[in-house]
């Protein structure tokens, strides 16, 4: 297996490990939908020790925060190095018509879901429509 050096992605490696400060949150990629009466998130969190992850509401907003610590040997010497450690984060404003009481989550596979469930008085509903006699009205 032949390796050719190539300078321009080498130079873009560097740069990104020089410009990137462990201190800033990484991207987490998520999927967010509604299925029935509630909202289900997918975040990608792939290599994450579940006891890392933490998921919050503070009034309408709904965090979610988790570390990946890189694994750095004593005295390895890497020849790629694209799987950064650090921390991630997302944040996501609910609206009023969800249940926040509700809200639930796992994680599997590197996959964290948080089921969101509808509140009640966001769910569609039937009014039900009462039929009168106009005649009886205006005579009387």
Known sequence: MGM???PISQLDRFAASVLDTAR????MPV???RDGDRYVLHADLPGIDPGSIDVDVDGSQLSI???RTSD????VRWISRERTGGSFLRQFTLGDGVDVDGISAS???GVLSIIIPVSDRAKPRKIAVEQTDRRQEIEA
């Open 4 to 6: 050719t050096f190539d």
């Open 24 to 27: 800033t949150p990484r991207f």
């Open 31 to 33: 999927d967010l939908f």
């Open 65 to 67: 925060r988790a570390q």
């Open 72 to 75: 750095s040997g004593e005295g």
């Open 107 to 109: 994680y599997e596979t």
